[in-house]
């Protein structure tokens, strides 16, 4: 008899990964996790090791050291029982190219034994519009929507989703958003890699922000951004005006700027809650790996150099 | 669509994720990748145009005969070695190899299918097709004389069997450590070498002696001999049989040591 419990660990444990290709360390200690019926953001430049550790969650790469655990198995010694519980959309794909997008996604379905309904997922995510075109010739956001149906098609506990939205029209991406949400509430983990501050602070329950192999920060989008601001006192306070003028526009500022001026701050009217947690990205970034200076000697660029950790301290 | 496990659900338990069965899982991928071979032009030049071409050839041409065999048999030997190594070797190469460079590997290994499921399917896959080619290949043959001893058919059997896991290692083996784009090359190039001077369109007893000493060393030369005794009333050699054994336990162990999942 199986005993239906809810389990309440998280779905993802990293700790302390080490991985090296040859002399180049992709992962140096990384430790994360991430829970259950949420959507943890793994952010960081390109090269920083997120791809690296999700192929260490999804058994394709062994780590050096440390250890990982997921919906806690070993993902290196994964049944095919534990990989049903994990769907994977990987960065390049992973589509055959010979096969029609709608014959591949009845295929994925196949392998499982009670996936989600194969038209439905195609009519959701607007892949029946492309079905019987070969994969080979869709186009980059046509793939994204493809591989991401695969990895969801068989109900999955835990999703890794690598970059989910790149390519994708507005339109689209919108929708699979809305889908990714859905996942969540329903109790799915989603574990996913992107570039775009718009979908993580529109999706992402929790962030980690990598960098050369480890994380540098941790914690949800407001902590993230909350612990990590530039040192100089700038807040971010995003607001939508209705229903004024255009014409008015210049008005509304003044008298904006002017009662900022009455608490004696400054007043810039142009970020969002995206831009913000951009710049701490941003900021997070130049600090850990400062660029080449004009020699090439690896000192800080007079124009790039931000406050580092040891400076907010 | 959204909600797409409602935790309320009574039947949440019969939807909980798990893999289809063993077999299910093998079969769609043999299903796939046979559907994907015999729908792609190139792939069915390689597999049916090309043996065609050779069956035609050696029939009419005085090439590649036997001293007292009917021409149709040994041009039918040739041809269904000439089958084997295009499905097994040049198909599979191309196949895996764009298949590792475009990822699906690493997706495959992610998936209840896994690493060995993709491989009992390509498996598969390969017989199944070269059940067809035999078919196809068949009827043209008896359009043009062919009159098969049941015997020598059984026979080719197991040399059938031996013959597609040697060749099916050695495209694996192709695939698995090379670029794609010398996979291309390389499959294609060795292809035509072994079915023109490796043994299969012509014995090795028509070969100076010391390139026959060669070519018996060679999985087509040992294919080739033995399907010439077991279709055209060839001599039967021990040591072909050997050698292609030789051959198919050394693929296997190679692809295990070197085949490599991801291009990186």
Known sequence: MVCAMEDHSPALVADDLTLSYGSVRALDGLSLSAERGAVTALLGPNGAGKTSAISCATGLLRPDAGGVRVLGADPWRSSPQHRARVGVMIQDGGLTSGASAMRLLRYGASLHEAPLDVDEVAEHLGIDSFARTLVRRLSGGQRQRLALALAIIGRPDLVFLDEPTAGMDPSIRRRVRELIRGLARTGTAVVLTTHLMDDVVGLADAVRVISRGRVLASGSVQEVISEHRSADGAVVVQATAAGVDPEMVPALEADLRATAARHGARLEITSGGAADLESVLLELMDADHPGPGPDGSGAPAATAVGPTEEDRR | ?264
């Open chain 2, 1 to 264: 669509m959204t909600d797409l496990r409602d935790p309320s659900s009574p039947d949440r338990t019969d939807r909980a994720p798990r893999p289809a069965a063993p077999l299910r899982r093998i079969l769609a991928h043999a299903g796939l990748e046979t559907r994907i071979l015999l729908s792609n032009g190139e792939q069915l030049t390689v597999a049916i145009a090309l043996p065609a071409l050779v069956l035609i050839g050696l029939w009419l041409l005085p090439l590649g005969r036997l001293d007292g065999v009917p021409a149709v048999d040994t041009a039918v030997a040739a041809t269904f070695a000439t089958a084997l190594v295009s499905t097994s070797f040049t198909s599979q190469a191309i196949i895996t190899g764009f298949d590792r460079r475009n990822g699906v590997l690493r997706w495959v290994a992610t998936t209840p299918l896994g690493r060995g499921g993709y491989l009992a399917g390509k498996i598969l896959a390969t017989l199944a097709t070269h059940v067809l080619q035999v078919l196809v290949l068949g009827v043209i043959a008896l359009i043009i004389g062919w009159r098969p001893d049941l015997l020598g058919l059984l026979g080719a059997l197991p040399v059938w069997l031996v013959g597609t896991v040697a060749f099916g290692s050695l495209g694996l083996l192709v695939a698995g450590t090379l670029r794609t784009e010398a996979v291309l090359a390389v499959s294609n190039l060795v292809f035509v070498l072994l079915v023109a001077v490796g043994g299969i369109a012509f014995p090795t007893s028509s070969y100076p002696q010391i390139l026959g000493g060669l070519v018996d060393l060679l999985p087509s030369g040992a294919l080739g001999e033995l399907l010439r005794a077991c279709l055209a009333s060839g001599p039967f050699s021990p040591g072909s049989a050997l050698v292609l054994v030789v051959w198919a336990v050394a693929g296997v162990l190679a692809v295990v040591r070197w085949f490599r999942w991801t291009d990186s």
